[in-house]
């Protein structure tokens, strides 16, 4: 259940962060860059959205979901196993595009955000979070 409550917690940093993300785009401002030139290359460039969508809304909903599916397992909302299945797919999805959209910013962009590294950070905890867990039980 320790690990769930994690996964819950982290999530709720992805959601913080997305939503700052998300007014800050929708208001035309900003955001603070505390490491990297500029954010707004990144954010800005073509790879931004994913099937049409922002990647900061897709983020948004993946965090959402994930904390969600967290506090049903913490909780202990039926069915646990089919939970515990959904989290691991998205953390592992989550993980791979997190990987893909690092790769863009290092090699294709040339740049970094601090915000998309944050939350790649995050996801790829949450992947490291259930992979220790899995191999201790």
Not at 24 to 33: A, D, N, T, Y
Request: hydrophobic residues 55%; glycine residues 6%.
């Amino acid at each position: 259940m320790t690990s769930q409550a994690l996964i819950f917690t982290l999530s709720a940093l992805g959601i913080s962060e997305t939503v700052y993300l998300i007014k800050k785009r929708l208001l035309l401002q900003k955001p603070i860059c505390p490491i990297g030139e500029n954010c707004l290359i990144v954010l800005e460039s073509k790879y931004n959205k994913l099937f049409g969508i922002h990647n900061d809304v897709l983020g948004l909903i993946f965090y959402i979901a994930s904390s969600t599916i967290a506090a049903f397992l913490v909780i202990g909302v039926e069915p646990l196993p089919l939970w515990g299945t959904v989290i691991k797919i998205m953390v592992l999805g989550g993980s791979l595009i997190s990987v893909f959209f690092t790769y863009l910013q290092w090699k294709v962009i040339k740049s970094w955000c601090f915000w998309c590294l944050m939350s790649a950070c995050t996801i790829w905890l949450m992947g490291v979070i259930l992979l220790v867990t899995n191999i201790l039980t």
